[in-house]
């Protein structure tokens, strides 16, 4: 705190040269100590003093720093700028532009924009393979790996894995060969889930998590207990996901990383939710909820205020769900994040659907299907297309359902979604039994 009281009373003097030091020391403080707004505050003021080229070095650790800390705080594209800049510098290390265009690759994995992303990696040369030292062909083929998942090419993504496997095989006694390794068998193990193939992607995770129990990584083994509650919990087994999950709290409890436990919390609400205890659910996603608002987790608040707001519906609060929807879309406007705003407006879409407001779900419906046509999000255009249907089959507009509830299964199959598949072919056999067309209706079924 010393040094960012010094750092402010030099800038506010003009004293940029001398405030520059104590102004690193100052971020580098805050990017790790939860205080992620003001730690970019500082990076913002650092970047415009350290410009002329008298600041180099102190210049590119801001502009790391900066990325890195914008990234975690869900600000990817400031985040990208950033990275990007510090790659177009001149003379730069070679280890450093390594390092950086690893983390522009993750980047664009992020923001789904997996082909950018190996674009990236293929520029990367041999003599910056080199300076990254013995485990950088490793660490591409990791990444490459992933974000050939992210593009869905299932077959070229394993391949990756197995070559990565075998490039770290020969450097196994490296200090960070363990840490390696672990992200291997996790793209792998995505991978196999990705095939449908969740057996073999539980022994992959548990071979990881032979590793981290290894290496004694506390935060990685809260994360990885997490991840393969989720797995459990996807396979329908709430009992053995709520064991890993419970284990999980208790090392992420010790090691005080809020982000992971409220996660942790959140996926523990879904499990309990599903077993019909909407009482002890309730009280995990509000747990979730107040560790997220607490540490400015923006991007998770809207989905738990989502999930809030559903179990109220479920329980026939339809007026207490629609103000938790509607903080779910307020949240989501200020991040900015088109998805959430799209994902609110559904939840909401279908509570006003059960209280029989038909001109509120027309607006809503209009606007989720321009929306996720706009911005490419088809797995949400089914479901617009599903509350659509079950609009003009209230009003008794058969062949307007029959057009919209085919439309929401085709969207749904091609994305490979079976709730909502399975839900669209239910609502095609309600429509048939309107019909008096029960035959059509033990088909669809």
């Known amino acids: ?11 506010g003097a003009g004293q940029f040269p001398a405030a520059i030091s104590h102004g690193l020391i100052a971020m580098r403080f805050f990017a790790g100590a939860y205080a992620e707004p003001l730690a970019m ?39 990208k700028a950033h990275i990007k800049e510090l790659i177009a510098e001149k003379d730069l290390d070679h280890a450093i532009r390594f390092e950086s265009q690893i983390f522009l690759s993750n980047i664009y994995l992020q923001i789904n924009e997996p082909l950018k992303g190996i674009k990236v990696l293929n520029r990367i040369s041999s003599s910056e393979l080199e300076a990254a030292g013995s ?18 090419d299932i077959k070229r993504a394993m391949s990756l894995c197995l070559r990565a496997q075998k490039e770290i095989s020969s450097v196994e006694e490296h200090s960070e060969a363990l840490s390696l390794q672990c992200q291997i068998h996790e793209v792998t193990a995505e991978t196999h889930l990705a095939r449908g193939d969740s057996a073999a992607a539980l022994n992959s995770y548990q071979r990881v998590l032979e590793l981290v129990e290894q290496s004694g990584d506390s935060v990685a083994l809260g994360s990885l ?27 992420v409890e010790k090691t005080q990383d809020l982000k992971s436990l409220a996660a942790t919390y959140d996926l523990l609400g879904k499990i309990y939710r599903n077993s019909g205890d909407f009482s002890r659910s309730l009280g995990y996603f509000r747990r979730s909820l107040q560790l997220s608002e607490r540490i400015g987790d923006s991007a998770e608040v809207s989905p738990t205020l989502n999930s809030i707001g559903s179990l109220h519906a479920h329980s026939g609060d339809y007026s207490r769900a629609v103000r938790y929807f509607k903080r779910s879309i307020s949240n989501s406007e200020k991040q900015g994040s088109t998805r959430g705003i799209v994902q609110s407006f559904l939840h909401l879409g279908w509570t006003w659907f059960a209280l029989g407001e038909r001109k509120q779900v027309e607006n809503l419906v209009r606007q989720i299907l321009i929306l996720s046509q706009e911005f490419d999000m088809p797995e949400h255009q089914a479901e617009g ?61």
């Open 1 to 11: 705190m010393r040094a960012y009281e010094v750092f402010e009373l030099l800038s």
């Open 41 to 79: 505050e500082i990076g913002r003021k650092l970047l415009d003093q350290t410009e002329g080229g008298q600041f180099d070095t102190e210049r590119r650790e801001v502009l790391s720093t900066l990325a890195r800390v914008e990234l975690e705080s869900g600000h990817p594209q400031a985040s």
């Open 135 to 152: 485990l950088s062909h490793a660490r591409v083929s990791t990444v490459r790996a992933r974000l050939r998942l992210k593009r869905l």
């Open 225 to 251: 207990l997490r991840t393969i509650g989720r797995v459990y919990y996807d396979r329908g087994k709430h009992f053995r996901a709520a064991r890993y999950l419970f284990r999980a709290m208790e090392v």
């Open 385 to 445: 297309h599903r509350l659509q249907g079950n609009l003009a089959l209230l009003r008794g507009e058969w062949k307007a359902a029959a057009k919209e509830l085919k439309k929401a299964e085709e969207l749904s199959l091609k994305r490979g979604s079976e709730r909502v598949v399975a839900a669209s072919c239910f609502d095609q056999a309600k429509l048939a039994l309107e019909q008096e067309q029960s035959e059509s209706a033990l088909k669809v079924v």
